[in-house]
């Protein structure tokens, strides 16, 4: 019997459904739904971490998980490809499936997001005749193949919707039809874009795909949109869907910047604005955005954090109330659903910046009621009633009648968590078996290596390198006799560079004597650096790195990087300049360290000690994980720019000396239209300064920390963070909408009596509230962290909430004065809370 019951399962699991479009929505297995999606790009965390992240997700109120495909991580080399660890594709989808979730599987194979070159690998640039993402034969030749490659993993798989897989999307190509984009290409853009349809087309998935910000999307692919606001979008044909692939729930970091974020109530506004207006797929990019592991991030410039303010957090743990008042939101938008599917929106204005939208047929009725005023709240009559709607905010009546959301009005608790500094000799000393010693290997200044080349003239950076490493060394020497000009006045004089970037150290006569940055906006730079130079040769090296290769742009795989001159030295007494641009060049691609691999930590070339301020060193240590089960960062104050390896795994790129600039950070309202320079935080600080190394790559011991440190620095002064909670707290007011659990999907069992309410709850399963540190019914004032009493408070509030919170892992109190009195009659109060968990 048992055995019979399995065999059926699998049969029952392993039946296709059919994933079709009509007008109004995506319809599965002859539904048609509204769907709620988020990205989470699986090589941007760790396969452990996978399974949590999902499963947050699903708690979420996600319907769908998005991924791209990343190309040049599963196939750096030509034909060889690589599915194993972070690049487990299989084991990703599988995992979203195994959560009862749906998959989009954005193929590209061109993604942007902000990948090292757009996810293109680099031998694609070296292909004869090769122009890419247009209508050329090596170029589609290519792109086919990588599709066709993934499209058949997943079918082998069974992977795909119509095979019961959980894959009900894929997108081909990726914003090619912006406006700065696909104009570029000429005529023959078009031509590419209706090959790139019909090439994913004949791959016979069985379910839709989609083109996203391409209006010329051809048929059967559903044009899609991407933007922090998509509401109005209409598809280029009657009977495709209104779908939203990226709502950006952030901005991303670039080194040198300051770190954006977005707030909840203008992504829930921009959310229920798009289904208002007819919306009924809807992907919040970023849902988790993770880490730029290794040399992965693109750019230039792009930090190695990829937060993205998204609504998980870099670590995995929900970034509330972002997390929670989105989920409030979602389970809003189903109790919607039934009108939403069945029939398109009627929009009336109820007065100037108000307006409703309203799905209604015999038997049911929804509506959003919106007011776009981006500074007036408004009072609004719609059937009968009256609603208070706070300025740029939507409320969402699944009954046409009562208000179960709006977007300004968070019922969600707030956390803050924070890195706990714990530096690794204090760390050490815990555990006696494990040193703290330091050692390192100097890299050698200049040229090292038996495959250095000698060329006239100046080369350009990708070309040579093939991003093989971030490094390029041009050397060259001069000879000074003595009569030259410019030592008549002493030996100084000045070195003119110009790069298209990204860094540039220039050494003479081994010695570092001055550097360059560009930064995301201008990469490139020309730059004056004051030298000394001796009598006889004098030796120059220029060290040219990559931060990061383009990834967005037409002909973004052509923009160059490096030296490309002129480099001279200027400032002679007789005005006369000496031009090395067109001289004798020897260039090294990458460093001694790199072809020795010591970022594994072998090799006998390990001296102990750590010299201070040394620019090009290899630094090692030997360290215990930091106990507890926390997050775990390192924080790389004191040390310059370079990369780091845990166990041999690059966690990526640091950079703790590029500083933010000190202005451009305000106080930024949710209320009227974000952008990604309007909410920034973290002026005139480092723009990253804590590094994610994730806990699947620790052992509890012995683990081996190497860096190179490319502008001197002190290893001594690195330490662990881990990431704790500081406190939970919650606001709510009297006004705000009941708990989402008071509303059920019949809507008639609403509870009657039901107030807001104020719930906390410890993230961590085996942690209980252990102290209310603030507690105030009536009019509270501040924010989480810095709350204070306002003119009206009830006396006994902290008392009472102590003793419904302490001692537990969750509470729920009721705003209403029936708890707690009525500090001030006619007065709409508010509970606010902050308590902490141990
Ligand atoms: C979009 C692109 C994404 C990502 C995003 C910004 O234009 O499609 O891949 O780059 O911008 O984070």
């Known amino acids: 019997m048992k055995r019979l019951l399995i065999v059926s399962f699998l049969v029952a699991a392993a039946v296709g459904v059919n994933v079709t479009y009509d007008h109004r929505a995506l319809v599965i297995d002859g539904k048609r739904r509204v769907l709620v999606s988020g990205s989470i790009h699986y090589p941007r965390s760790t396969p452990d971490m996978w399974p949590g992240l999902i499963q947050k997700s699903k708690e979420g109120g996600l319907d769908v998980i998005e991924t791209y495909v990343f190309w040049n991580l599963h196939e750096s080399v030509r034909n060889q490809y690589d599915f194993e660890g972070r690049k487990d594709l299989v084991k990703f989808v599988k995992l979203v499936a195994d959560a009862g979730l749906y998959v989009h599987l954005r193929i590209g194979p ?7 070159y757009g996810g293109f690998p680099l031998w694609l640039h070296f292909i004869p005749g090769i122009e890419l993402r247009t209508d050329n034969e090596p170029f589609k030749a290519e792109m086919k193949r990588f599709t066709a490659k993934i499209v058949s993993m997943m079918k082998e798989e069974n992977l795909y919707a119509s095979q019961g897989g959980p894959i009900i999307l894929s997108q081909i190509e990726n914003e090619y039809g912006n406006s700065d984009i696909e104009s570029r290409y000429g005529p023959a853009a078009k031509s590419y874009v209706k090959w790139a349809a019909s090439m994913a087309t004949y791959l016979n998935t069985g379910v839709p795909w989609v083109m996203c910000q391409q209006r010329d999307a051809p048929d059967p692919i559903i044009d899609t ?29 670039s080194f040198g910047g300051a770190v954006p974020y977005r707030p909840v109530e203008d992504i829930a506004y921009a959310v229920a604005r798009f289904y208002q207006r007819g919306g009924t797929f809807q992907n919040y990019y970023m849902y988790h955005g993770g880490t730029n592991f290794g040399r992965t991030s693109g750019g230039p410039f792009i930090a190695t954090s990829y937060d993205y303010d998204a609504p998980l957090d870099e670590y995995g743990a929900p970034r509330q109330p972002k997390w929670g008042h989105l989920k409030d939101l979602h389970k809003a938008i189903k109790l919607c659903e039934e009108a939403l599917v069945a029939t398109d929106p009627t929009t009336t204005s109820l007065g100037q910046n108000v307006e409703a939208g309203v799905y209604k047929t015999s038997s049911t009725c929804a509506a959003f009621l919106a007011n776009i005023d981006t500074q ?30 709006n977007t300004a009005k968070i019922n969600s608790m707030t956390t803050i968590r924070r890195f706990v500094a714990t530096s690794f000799r204090d760390e ?40 093989q490493s971030d490094y390029l060394w041009y050397s060259v020497s001069i000879e000074i006799k003595g009569d030259e000009p410019f030592l008549h006045d002493g030996s100084q004089t000045t070195l003119h560079v110009k790069s298209l970037g990204h860094v540039l150290y220039l050494f003479i006569n081994g010695q570092l004597e001055g550097r360059a940055i560009g930064n995301a906006n201008h990469p490139d730079f020309s730059k004056d650096i004051p030298v000394t130079l001796k009598h006889g040769k004098n030796k120059l090296d220029l060290l040219s790195l990559t931060v990061g290769l383009q990834n967005y742009g037409a002909f973004f795989d052509k923009t160059g990087v490096g030296i490309t001159g002129p480099v001279e030295l200027e400032g002679l007494t007789d005005g006369s300049a000496v031009d090395l641009s067109s001289q004798q060049w020897t260039y090294q691609i990458g460093l001694k360290g790199e072809a020795l691999g010591l970022n594994t930590g072998g090799s006998s070339l390990w001296v102990s000690g750590s010299p201070e301020s040394q620019p090009l060193t290899w630094y090692k240590t030997i360290f215990d994980a930091p106990s507890g089960d926390y997050p775990i960062a390192i924080d790389f104050t004191g040390m310059g720019k370079g990369e780091a390896w845990v166990n041999g795994q690059s966690i990526g790129r640091y950079w703790p000396d590029y500083i933010a600039p000190v202005s451009g950070c305000s106080d930024c309202s949710y ?44 290893p001594t002064k690195i330490s662990f963070a881990t990431q704790e909670l500081e406190s939970l707290c919650s606001r709510v007011s009297e006004s705000n909408p009941l708990p989402m659990e008071a509303w059920s999907q019949d809507k008639s069992t609403r509870k009657s009596k039901s107030k807001p309410r104020v719930s906390l709850e410890c993230p961590h399963p085996n942690q209980v509230i252990s102290s209310i540190k603030f507690a105030s019914f009536g009019t509270p004032q501040g924010k989480c962290g810095s709350f204070s009493h306002g003119e009206c408070q009830s006396t006994d509030a902290l008392s009472i909430l102590e003793k419904a919170c302490i001692g537990s892992r969750t509470c729920s109190i009721g705003v209403s004065t029936t708890t707690f009195g009525d500090p001030c009659i006619g007065v709409v109060k508010s509970l606010a809370v902050e308590a902490s968990c141990a």
Do not use: R
């Open 428 to 467: 050490l000393s815990y555990s006696k078996a494990i040193s703290s010693d330091w050692s390192y290997v100097s890299e050698p200044v200049g040229i090292s290596s038996n495959d250095a080349f000698n060329k006239q003239g100046l080369v350009e950076q990708i070309n040579t390198t093939a991003d």
């Open 671 to 714: 209320k009227g239209s974000y952008s990604p320079t309007k909410c920034l935080k973290n002026c005139g600080k480092p723009s990253q300064k804590l590094y994610h190394v994730p806990q699947s790559w620790l052992k509890s011991s012995g683990n081996v920390l190497v860096l190179f440190e490319e502008i001197g620095g002190d």
């Open 110 to 116: 061109y993604v942007c997001a902000e990948w090292n």
């Open 225 to 253: 949109c991407n933007g922090f606001y998509c509401d109005g979008y209409k598809p280029n044909a009657e009977n495709k869907p209104t779908m939203w692939t990226e709502n950006w729930t952030g901005w991303f970091l």
């Open 376 to 405: 007036n709240d408004a009072t609004a009559e719609f059937n009968g009633n009256s609603y208070h709607l706070p300025a740029w905010s939507v409320s969402i009546l699944p009954d046409c009648k009562n208000v179960v959301f």
